[in-house]
């Protein structure tokens, strides 16, 4: 019997994209569980929680979607073809909105995590440990201090319970080499670290961190780009494999048809 190579294209993309599913699913897992992810989630006003249980909803989908693909490649029943294009097609669609909007409204989003990163300095550092955490470590591995400068802390409710001026993470640190010198700053000069004025030798960082935090993201963003371009390309050679399986659907029904008859 001959191998179909339209068949055995559906198969195997079908596979990859329910290994991709799979992936997504371990991803929410270790999301859920990884302090190190959630350390960084917290910067965002969006629960971490949401972020797991979309990536679990994307990764059955997927999964649904890579076995529907599977029976496709692996029978002649053409709801199956049918339905997996579906899925395939309605996937392509919300990635083209979402990276469109995404980009249409980037700096609209810029804005608007800056407002709330500077809103949340103002209201929940010192107040929410988790977030306090975040912004602790955030400042000692950008070696910056605060969300523009660090006079945002002077409006902020941290510094009316605090005799400090600014946080110890905005002063240059003796311990800077150690790992958990975030937890436990230990800073070279806390005098001139705590004066209110801008020197060029203060002994704390004057920059702040919402310049080095986008550079990160954007390069964590331009590292998957790759994969993301790759993924697109898959699905629309699934969508043609599986409009071929049911134009071969359709002839040897045709066939058999008439052969019948």
Not at 28 to 49: C, E, H, K, R, T
Not at 218 to 243: D, E, K, N, R
Request: aromatic share 12%; charged share 15%; glycine share 6%.
């Amino acid at each position: 019997m001959a191998v179909d190579p339209g068949r055995c294209l559906t198969i195997t993309i079908s596979l990859v994209i329910k290994l991709i599913g799979l992936l997504s699913l371990l991803c929410g897992f270790w999301i859920m569980f990884s302090p190190a992810v959630d350390l960084y989630l917290n910067l965002l006003p969006i629960p971490s929680i949401i972020w797991t249980v979309s990536l679990m909803v994307i990764g059955v989908y997927l999964v649904i979607t890579g076995i529907l693909g599977i029976l496709s490649g692996s029978s002649n029943r053409r709801c199956y073809t049918a339905t997996y294009m579906l899925m395939l097609f309605v996937l392509l669609i919300l990635e083209s909105v979402s990276t469109i909007t995404t980009l249409i409204y980037q700096i609209d989003i810029l804005h608007f995590v800056k407002d709330s990163l500077l809103d949340r300095l103002k209201s929940e550092y010192g107040e929410k440990s988790s977030f306090t955490r975040t912004v602790d470590h955030l400042q000692y591995k950008f070696r910056c201090c605060g969300v523009l400068s660090p006079g945002d802390y002077n409006s902020s409710k941290w510094r009316e319970r605090h005799d400090f001026n600014f946080p110890l993470t905005c002063c240059h640190l003796i311990n800077k080499e150690s790992l958990d010198a975030w937890e436990t700053p230990q800073p070279e000069d806390i005098y001139s670290c705590q004066n209110d004025f801008k020197s060029r030798n203060s002994g704390r960082f004057e920059q702040g961190c919402i310049l080095s935090l986008v550079d990160y993201v954007f390069h964590i963003l331009m590292s998957f780009l790759p994969a993301f371009l790759a993924f697109i390309f898959l699905q629309v050679v699934g969508i043609l494999a599986g409009f071929s399986t049911c134009r071969r659907i359709d002839r040897q029904q045709v066939i058999e048809k008439f052969t019948n008859s």
